[in-house]
């Protein structure tokens, strides 16, 4: 007997041993739950915190990268001239500096324009780029015009530099235009069409009459090769000699893209204003527009393509991150709409050159500047054209 209780108290002690080793009190269980939990969430935040920092590093690389990459290619706008004339269609088209043409322009405009039109001309892409041009069967005015005259832009036109302002100015265009003129053809041209001469010192100033818009043109022939055109009293500025010259901020955001056959430099005050948006279509958009206040745009022919700059100058770094991050956003909004079947049909046949012209925007920010770059195929231009002349034929 007591044998078997002992054997009986061994076992109760062994059960009791087991028990203990197996039971985990509820306290100490919550306890473990909650710093399993806790370790868990902790793995998770750092997991999470590892990839955005590798997804932040990943971005500023590609930023930098992309920055480099654009820098470089603007680099390409601000060579010499005379370098891109010579390189791209010999002799023939090598043209005085357009720095010195434009700089003949008066102060104070609001853009400026200028094109190397023998340049773009002779270019591969020069045909497509003709193509966006009015034809004669489309203007029967200017048909007359060319048997009158003799001269057609299409093929006498070299190069011409444009002075812009607002259309509530006195004069809101002037122009100086390089090529081969006929001056007596031009002048019996004028004559005929009302137009009267006005000595002005040493110069002849051709006024003529308009009545599409009302408004009186005004040319002077500065030699057998050099035109200056105007649309209101500026020209007499131009034949003072010296005028007053360009300011400094507009020289200097010419003398980036001086190296293009085409570009423009404008000042846009009100740019949300000018292109029609406002805060009732989109407050932070038409906000962000209103802090451009100046907007480079330039052109150059690369093999086939044409490749295109644009360059808007903001007010501050932040408002540049924004505009380019809301421009982005629209263009990827933009190759999205391009997928759908619908979109491709109710723009008709032109859609794959608008989807290629959208794959190939790249927009970026550098400090206070938003750049685009393009590169314009000639499937592209063909389609604009398209475009373009069906319009004319529906008016």
Request: charged share 20%.
């Amino acid at each position: 007997m007591r044998l078997a209780s002992t054997a009986r108290a061994k076992l109760t002690l062994e059960l009791y041993a087991k028990h203990q080793l197996y039971t985990i009190p509820a306290e100490t269980y919550t306890e473990k739950v909650a710093a399993h939990g806790r370790m868990k969430r902790t793995v998770t935040i750092v997991l999470a915190a590892c990839i955005a920092a590798v997804a932040v590093l990943a971005y500023v690389y590609y930023a930098r990268e992309k920055t480099a990459r654009l820098r470089a290619e603007d680099a390409q706008f601000s060579v010499q001239p005379g370098a891109v004339a010579a390189g791209s269609s010999g002799g023939a088209s090598i043209a005085a500096n357009s720095t010195d043409l434009v700089h003949q322009l008066p102060s104070g405009a609001s853009a400026v324009v200028f094109a190397d039109v023998a340049v773009l001309r002779s270019a591969p892409i020069g045909r497509e780029l003709s193509g966006l041009a009015p034809t004669s069967a489309q203007d029967p005015e200017y048909t007359a015009f060319v048997r009158s005259t003799g001269f057609d832009y299409s093929r006498d036109l070299d190069r011409v530099a444009l002075a812009l302002w607002p259309k509530n100015s006195p004069t809101t265009v002037v122009a100086i235009a390089q090529g081969k003129f006929n001056e007596a053809k031009i002048e019996r041209y004028a004559l005929h069409n009302g137009g009267r001469v006005v000595g002005h010192g040493q110069w002849k100033i051709y006024e003529v009459p308009e009545t599409n818009p009302p408004r009186t043109v005004r040319f002077v022939f500065l030699s057998s090769t050099e035109i200056v055109l105007a649309d209101g009293p500026e020209i007499s500025a131009m034949l003072n000699s010296p005028h007053e010259r360009m300011d400094s901020q507009m020289s200097q955001r010419i003398a980036r893209v001086a190296g293009a056959p085409i570009y423009a430099v404008a000042r846009t005050p009100d740019l949300s204003k000018d292109i029609g948006i406002d805060e009732t279509h989109s407050a932070q958009l038409a906000r962000l527009l209103q802090s451009v206040h100046s907007i480079t745009l330039a052109g150059l022919p690369a093999g086939q393509n044409l490749k295109v700059a644009a360059t808007a100058e903001c007010d501050s770094t932040l408002n540049a991150f924004q505009l380019s991050t809301a421009l982005e956003g629209l263009v990827w909004m933009g190759r999205a709409a391009m997928a759908d079947p619908k979109t491709q049909q109710q723009i008709g046949p032109q859609w794959p050159a608008l989807d290629a012209l959208l794959k190939a925007a790249d927009i970026s920010h550098d400090g206070h500047l938003v750049r685009l770059h393009l590169q314009i195929t000639p499937q592209i231009l063909r389609a604009a054209a398209s475009s373009a002349s069906q319009g004319n034929g529906a008016r």
